[in-house]
C-alpha cells in the first residue's frame, strides 16, 4: 500500500501510528499540544521514536464527547497539517467523520482519512475519499450497541462499511481496517474483539489495532490514564500476532520496541 510518498508493506512489516490530539479535551492528553510549536515538538518526538504515520485529531470522541462545528475542527487541525508537511518527511492521517474536515484536510496534504464511523456517518465521505485516491481507515462502530451473535455482526459491520467503499470507487488497496476498541462495546466485549482481532485479519485487509491508554485497560488493571502504557503493549504484542500491522498508540518508544521484539521472534 501506498500511503502519502511511503510504500507500506504489511506483509513484512508492522508500523506504529503516533497520535497527536489537537483538542482540550481528549481523554489522555487533551490541552497538552494545543499551541503549535508543542504539537511540532510532540510530531519530532514521535518520529525520532520510530512512528511512521501521524494522526491528528481535531474532536474528542471520548465516551460522551460534544461534537464541535466543522470549522472549529478545521481550524484545530489545518494549520498542524500544513506545518507537519513542511518540516518533516511523514505521512499524515487525520481521524475524522466529517465531510467538510475530511476534505479541507486533504486539500491541505494529509495522506489518509481516519473514519471512527467506517464510512456511515456522512454518505457523502467515501466519495471525497476516492476522488482523491487515498487510503481510509475503516473503523467498526454502531449507534445501537446491542448484538445478536457479537463477532459475526462486528464481521457484517465491516463488510458493509468495506462494500460503501467498493461501491464509491475505492480502491480495495486502499482499504485499512479497525476493531474499534471502545466504540459501540462493554468491556467484556473490548476483550473479545481483541482476542478474535484475527478474524478481522482474515478479511484481507490490513488491520489496524487502536486501544491506546484505554477503558479496556483501565478496567482490567485498575489503573489511571498515565499508567496504561504495559497494558497497551500487551495488546500490541498480542495483535501483531494476531495479525495486525499498524498500533496507533501514543506511547511510540515503549510500544515499537515491543513490537519490533515481537517481530523478532515471529519471523525468526
Known amino acids: 500500500m501506498i500511503i502519502g510518498n511511503k510504500e507500506f508493506d504489511f506483509e513484512k512489516n508492522a508500523y506504529i501510528m503516533g497520535i497527536l490530539n489537537m483538542t482540550p479535551d481528549s481523554f489522555s492528553d487533551g490541552g497538552k499540544y494545543n499551541n503549535l510549536d508543542d504539537a511540532l515538538f510532540r510530531v519530532e518526538g514521535m518520529i525520532e521514536d520510530g512512528a511512521t504515520i501521524i494522526d491528528i485529531g481535531g474532536e474528542s470522541t471520548r465516551p460522551g464527547y460534544t461534537r464541535i462545528s466543522d470549522e472549529e475542527e478545521i481550524d484545530r487541525i489545518i494549520p498542524i497539517i500544513e506545518s507537519v508537511k513542511k518540516c518533516f518527511d511523514t505521512v499524515i492521517s487525520v481521524d475524522t467523520y466529517k465531510l467538510k474536515v475530511a476534505k479541507a484536510a486533504l486539500d491541505s496534504g494529509c495522506d489518509m482519512i481516519n473514519d471512527i464511523w467506517g464510512l456511515k456517518g456522512d454518505e457523502s465521505m467515501a466519495n471525497i475519499v476516492a476522488s482523491f485516491k487515498v487510503p481510509v481507515c475503516i473503523m467498526h462502530n454502531r449507534e445501537n450497541a446491542s448484538y445478536n451473535d457479537y463477532m459475526i455482526d462486528v464481521l457484517n459491520d465491516l463488510k458493509e462499511s468495506v462494500d460503501i467503499a467498493l461501491k464509491s470507487g475505492i480502491d480495495s488497496k486502499n482499504i485499512i481496517l479497525d476493531p474499534g476498541v471502545g466504540f459501540a462495546k462493554d468491556f467484556e466485549q473490548n476483550l473479545q474483539v481483541i482476542n478474535n482481532v484475527d478474524k478481522i485479519v482474515n478479511l484481507g485487509y490490513p488491520v489496524l489495532l487502536g486501544?491506546?491508554?484505554?477503558?479496556?485497560?483501565?478496567?482490567?488493571?485498575?489503573?489511571?490514564?498515565?499508567?496504561?502504557?504495559?497494558?497497551?503493549?500487551?495488546?500490541?504484542?498480542?495483535?501483531?500476532?494476531?495479525?495486525?500491522?499498524?498500533?496507533?498508540?501514543?506511547?511510540?518508544?515503549?510500544?515499537?520496541?515491543?513490537?519490533?521484539?515481537?517481530?523478532?521472534?515471529?519471523n525468526s
Request: charge should be positive.
Open 211 to 266: 486501544t491506546s491508554r484505554k477503558s479496556v485497560i483501565a478496567k482490567a488493571l485498575d489503573l489511571p490514564v498515565d499508567e496504561r502504557v504495559e497494558g497497551t503493549i500487551a495488546t500490541t504484542v498480542l495483535g501483531y500476532a494476531k495479525g495486525c500491522r499498524i498500533f496507533r498508540v501514543h506511547d511510540v518508544k515503549e510500544n515499537i520496541r515491543a513490537l519490533r521484539m515481537s517481530e523478532a521472534i515471529i
